[in-house]
């Protein structure tokens, strides 16, 4: 920094006000001999009198320590360059945001399907009732992070699409399991009728009876 150079720089942003340096002083508080170490070069203003200079002159700090102007269309450059900055800024926090969210979302979406299958039994309706609702959550979590990745909308609805018969197929093999491995009731059947002694359960892809329901001859299987 070129104390001389802003010395003289104050004497010539003084001089177009077409005021002394005792009506400076004045109006910033301190004493005429401060003003003339300043614009002679042999001493500098401290931070809160380069605050008032700035106001009082109308120029910015970064002008008064260089001792010179700015162009216009430097000012407007550097104006462009902070906005432009502050908008990056801004998207990059909307971003790591959505990332936030999007995997509180999957990650509850999880929690609520392995809640549900490992708390409810087979024969209740609440198991696959939270089990559909955490696929929805996990869903949505899934295509928040798409979102930010993926740019045509088309490809968006593809990726839900191929999310939501991934988890179709997990839940029909995983109940399939169920049924023909460990003899329970299906979990995601559509319809219930009830016979003498015998319930039959209905899914999508097999009917699965239970004979003497809760007794202990209770038989299930899968109706051939």
């Keep these: 920094m070129d104390q001389k150079k802003v010395g003289q720089f104050l004497k010539t942003l003084r001089k177009e006000k077409n005021i002394t340096q005792e009506v400076l002083a004045e109006t910033l508080n301190v004493s005429s001999r401060t003003v003339s170490r300043w614009e002679t070069g042999s001493n500098m203003p401290d931070i809160s009198l380069l605050v008032g200079l700035s ?14 102007r700015k162009s216009e269309e430097m000012n407007q450059e550097t104006k462009n360059t902070a906005i432009k900055m502050a ?24 929690f609520i399907i ?13 198991g696959s009732i939270y089990a ?15 979102k930010s990745v993926l740019i045509k909308r088309s490809l968006r609805i593809l990726s839900v699409v191929g999310c939501v018969i991934v988890l179709f ?32 359960h209905k899914t999508l892809f097999y009917t699965v009876i239970q004979k003497n329901p809760g007794t202990a001859n209770e038989s299930i299987e899968i109706a051939k």
Excluded: C
Aim: glycine letters at 8%.
């Design 55 to 68: 106001e009082f002159y109308q120029v910015s700090i970064p002008e008064i320590i260089d001792g010179e």
């Design 87 to 110: 908008e990056y800024s801004k998207n990059e926090l909307g971003i790591e945001k959505r990332k936030m969210i999007s995997a509180v979302f999957m990650i509850f979406g999880v």
């Design 114 to 126: 392995i809640s549900a299958l490992a708390i409810f039994p087979n024969e209740s309706s609440w």
């Design 132 to 146: 559909i609702i955490g696929g929805v959550v996990l869903t949505i979590g899934i295509y928040l992070t798409i």
């Design 169 to 200: 197929g997990i839940f029909t093999v995983t109940d399939y399991i169920a049924v023909s491995q460990f003899h329970q009731v299906p979990r995601f059947s559509y319809e219930k009728s009830f016979g003498e002694d015998i319930v039959e």
